[in-house]
């Protein structure tokens, strides 16, 4: 199987050496793509200065076009599949092979990384983890299914998702509102224990000024999401 980390990354500058570091360690048998979202630090000149391998997008495109641009690239270079991992430092490459077992076992089509199964390392700020709650409960309430983080940025999904995400995927705040769309198209999803670390440099793209702005769009679209299908 071709399998590839899609890293959207905007001012990612203080942590971008890390996480490729740690995927090139921990992760054998997996390509990488760094997605630099149009960073107005010098994220870009780290990638080239480093050799990794990028896209530079033109233009701003917030997380969703960033990941999409990701699974684009998955789905023409022909990977298997494909897992988003954040370039801020908080996700640890040495559980991605966890995740795959899932995709290879054929036990589900999105494998999500959860730091709630067993509730060990960074567990996230009190506000953000009273949000996730709430979300995982109206998901609950929609689909029946519950997902414990349903705000996690690692997932990784097999070809037919990726075929799915190439072509429309959501572009604000996309994880509570694809994990929806992928379960009420017939999509099977399923949480994978996992340990995260807290952000050591820079700053969350979710500011305590976004969060009610957050909170209703996101739960505005996860019900549009439920209804149109």
């Known amino acids: 199987m071709k399998n590839i ?6 001012n990612e500058s203080g ?8 995927i090139k360690q921990n992760s054998k048998g997996f390509d990488y793509i760094i997605v630099n979202d149009c960073s107005t630090d010098n994220t870009l000149e780290i990638c080239r200065e480093n050799h ?39 996700h640890d490459a040495s559980y991605l092979s966890a995740l795959l077992e899932v995709l290879e076992k054929d036990e589900a089509d999105m494998a999500i990384g959860s730091r709630f199964i067993e509730n060990e390392g960074f567990q996230s700020s009190a506000m953000r983890r009273m949000g996730i709650k709430f979300f995982t409960r109206l998901i609950k309430i929609l689909t029946g299914k ?23 995927y959501p572009k604000d705040y996309p994880e509570p509102e694809s994990v929806v769309t992928v379960m009420c198209s017939g999509y099977r999803a399923k949480e994978v224990p996992v340990k995260m670390r807290s952000r050591s440099e820079g700053e969350s793209s979710i500011s305590m000024r976004k969060s009610v702005y957050y909170m209703i769009k996101v739960s505005m679209a996860i019900i549009i999401a439920r209804i149109c299908k």
Do not use: C, W
Not at 5 to 10: D, E, H, N, Q, V
Not at 147 to 165: A, C, H, Q, W, Y
């Open 5 to 10: 980390i899609i890293i959207p990354a905007y």
């Open 15 to 22: 942590n971008i050496e890390n996480t490729i570091k740690d």
């Open 52 to 90: 990794f391998n990028y896209l530079n997008l033109p233009i701003n495109l917030g997380i969703g076009g960033a990941v999409q641009a990701g699974y684009r690239y998955a789905y023409y270079h022909g990977y298997d599949t494909a897992v988003q991992f954040d370039g801020d430092g908080q």
């Open 146 to 168: 519950r997902i414990t983080d349903p705000t996690s940025g690692m997932r990784m999904v097999n070809r037919k998702l990726i075929k799915e995400f190439t072509f429309s």
